[in-house]
DNA sequence: AACATGACCATTA
DNA sequence: GTAATGGCCATGT
């Protein structure tokens, strides 16, 4: 465990997938460099690690193929399709999101 | 301390 | 367009 105030990186990479307003993805290098993180693959390493009970929007954060992850158990991937459908975001007919319409820009 | 693993990215074929 | 390789760094054993 630590203090009551971590001052991880993965804090960092939380906050950053936070900040994608609704309707949009991020790409794994763009949250590294909004949370200023030293590298992707931290980001998709933070995301795995933050998984049960957190209230970050990680099916927004998808691979820079515009695809998404396919992670230790194949049920999460279609789950986080879904959230997206729901949120307004479009796939195509082989899975594949649209990032020049669907990526976050500030 | 060293080795092996991982929800990645860029380049090359 | 897809598939394979190397490099990036943090985490767990």
Do not use: K
């Not at 936070?18 to 763009?30: E, K, L, M, S």
């Not at 998984?51 to 230790?72: C, E, F, K, M, Y």
């Not at 949120?87 to 820009?105: A, K």
């Amino acid at each position: 465990m630590s203090n009551g105030r971590e001052d991880s990186t993965y804090e960092r990479i939380y906050a950053a997938v936070c900040q994608i307003p609704v309707g949009c993805v991020a790409t794994y290098g763009q949250i590294a460099g909004l949370a200023e993180a030293s590298g992707p693959r931290q980001v998709g390493y933070a995301l795995h690690a933050l998984l049960p009970g957190s209230d970050v929007p990680w099916h927004r954060v998808i691979n820079a193929q515009g695809r998404v992850s396919p992670r230790s158990e194949s049920d999460h991937d279609n789950v986080q399709r879904m959230l997206l459908e729901a949120e307004g975001v479009e796939f195509d007919s082989r899975g594949r999101i649209s990032l020049q319409r669907f990526r976050w820009q500030e």
